[in-house]
Every structure is written in C-alpha cells, then in structure tokens.
C-alpha cells in the first residue's frame, strides 16, 4: 500500500487548483446566500476532463480511480466550487459497468465529454443498523424505503435530497425489484413520470433535489448488488474529500491569521490555548487524509474493505470539518462569526455535508458494523 501520490496525481491537483483559481468562487458562494447565480463552473470542468474520469478508456473517458477522483474534490472544498460532479462520478461509474446492452457506448461517450450530465440517485446499502435499502426522507430521521422497479423497467417512489439532481439529463435510480434485490435503473428525466424538485438548504453551493417518480420508464443496467454498493460508498467518500479539502483552507487561513494578528503585544499565535486549536485542527486533518488515501486504495484494490475505509474517511473527515470550521470562527474572533468574513461559509458547508447520504453518524454505525463482521469471520476461522 503507498501512501504517496504520483506524479500524475500531483498534476491532477495542481491542474484542478489552477482550473477553479480563475473563478471567485468564495465571493460567488456568499453573493449566493442573496439569491444570486452561482458561476457555470461545468464547461471548465469538462476542458479539465473530470465528468469522465471514472469511465473506461474504451467509453471514451479517462479511466481513472476513486483515489484520482478524490484529488480533485479535496480543491473543490477548499475554494466552495459548485461543481455537479458528486451526483455525475456515482452514475457514469455504474452506467461505464454495466453491459453495452444497457449502457449504450454513445451514452457514455456523452457522459464522459459532460454534454449530458447524470445524477446518482442512490440507496444506502444494508447494515447491522438497518437491514434493508434505503433513502433519506423529506423530514426527520427515519429513513425511507428506497423506490422499487417492476419487471418492464418502470421505476417508482421517492429520494429525497439527491445531490445534483437539477439539471442532470439522465437518472442512475437504485430500485428494488420484485424479488428484494437491489438494481440500478438508468433513467432519462424528459421520459415522462419523473419530477425533480430543486431545494437549497442552508449551504448554498450544494445543489440538491427531491426525486420523485411515477411509473417512470427505465432501463435495468447488468451490475451486481457489490457494485451499487460501491456507487454509494464512493459518493461518500467524495463528499469526504471535498471536506478534507475545506478543513485544509480552514488550517492554513487560521494559522496565517494567528500569525498576524497581535493583542497585548503579542501575536495571539503565541498563546498557548490559540496553538492548542490549530494543532486540533492538524490533527484532525492528518487523521482524515491518511484514511482518504486508505480508501483510496481500497477503492481500487481491495473491494472488500472499500465500504469500511469510506465510512471511516467519511465520519472523519466530517467530524474534522465541523471542529475546524468552528475552531476557524473561534481564531478570527468577532470578525469570523460575520458575513465579512468566509468563516461562516465554511460552517454552513460543515453543517449540511455531515447530514447528507446517510450522515457522519451513519457512517459511524457502519465501520463498527463492518468491524464486527471482520472479527466475527475471524473467530469463526
């Protein structure tokens, strides 16, 4: 397992920072919070060749891992870039592996150029929690049953929250069929029987939907149950990067801030209460960035881990991101608990993120799930 990145990788980066650096995209995301139009950051996205970075060379697309896709969202959340990519990689990533029958090359092909755009309307898979399929309701915390598809294709019920719903052309639904299994259904939101429901709560960079369909033709693609699972894992784990990416700007402003700002003389840097939170926040941030680099690998290499390094990455990762978004309040002092400052930004996207695709807490639940069922395997070995 190498935990260093390669030269491609660090490209990556560096490419995507270059890409968002000539949008004001902070500016963009508190002009937001007053009803103005977030930046059309889609066609950079597509010069910079992210829509199709988990598609196969042979559909047209980078072909690239999970690990590369986490890269690029952790600059996403540095600088709050509205990119519609969480709902997108999720989808091409099920449509690229499902059969040509069901996943047609031209289809792909779009995808992978970002001329139409998918959203990943998913289902959390089973847990010693909860045994069986489902999506997040409209309100409160129980969780509802995921939409169901008959033999013909036709998907119905409801997700609610589904990122990047709005303007995606095309529905990667996860639907359980007649026998209780799940299956992934490819829908094409002008077929007729689909309404999706632009919502904007509290972060106003996150594009969110509420899903709702009514008999709505479909297409059931040819992936196993492991696979939809993995889609699912994967969102998650690219919601964690792009916290890890926020909790990095959240550590260098801080600490440029301490540095500069002086009270009785001295730097409030020097203080040693003031270290003791900028060290909680690199201590948060190393311990989220080695786990995005476990999922990572695992994401690639060893499947079977996958669920348990994304769901650790992301109760991490999400934990990191609402200590130093607060911890980034507390250092600006009166200035970072007001609008002339970025700090409350950054709260926000905190706040949200750790509530959606099942929540930090679900996370939670699932490493110890998953944890238990190692050690119950290995005491029946």
Known sequence: MNF???????????????ALGRVKTVEAARDALEGAALPDLWPAACEAGWPGMLISEANEGAGLEPI???????ELGKVLASVPLLGHLPASYLLDRGSEMTSPPALLGEL???????AFVG???????????????????????APTVSGDGSVSGAAF????????????VVAMDDAGAPRAVLVDVAGGGVSVEPVTRYDATRTLGHVRLDSAPGTMLDVEPEV???????????????????VEYALEVSVAYAKERFTFGRAIGSYQ??????????????????????????????????????????????????????IQISVHGGIGATFEHDAPLYFRKAQLSRRLLG???????????????QATLEGAL
């Open 161 to 172: 929250w589904v990122p990047d719903a709005p303007g995606a052309a095309s529905l990667v």
């Open 228 to 246: 939809i699972a993995h889609a699912w894992h994967l969102e998650s784990a690219l919601l964690a990067a792009e916290s890890l990416g926020a």
């Open 4 to 18: 260093s990145l390669t030269e491609e990788q660090e490209f990556l980066q560096e490419a995507a920072r270059g």
């Open 123 to 145: 289902a959390c898979p089973p847990s010693g929690i909860e045994d069986r399929w489902t999506v997040a309701s409209l309100r409160g915390p129980i969780a509802a049953d």
């Open 273 to 326: 209460a003031m270290k003791h939170q900028l060290v909680e926040i690199l201590r948060l941030l190393d311990n989220a960035r080695s786990l995005m680099m476990y999922a990572g690998w695992a994401g690639s290499d060893k499947p079977d881990e996958f669920a348990l390094a994304a769901s650790a990455f992301r109760a991490k990762a999400g934990k990191a991101l609402e200590e130093s978004a607060r």
């Open 68 to 74: 590369d896709a986490m890269l690029v969202f952790v």
């Open 359 to 373: 929540g930090t807490a679900g996370a939670s639940d699932r490493v110890a799930d998953e944890l238990f069922k």
């Open 112 to 118: 992978a150029a970002g001329a139409r755009r998918a």
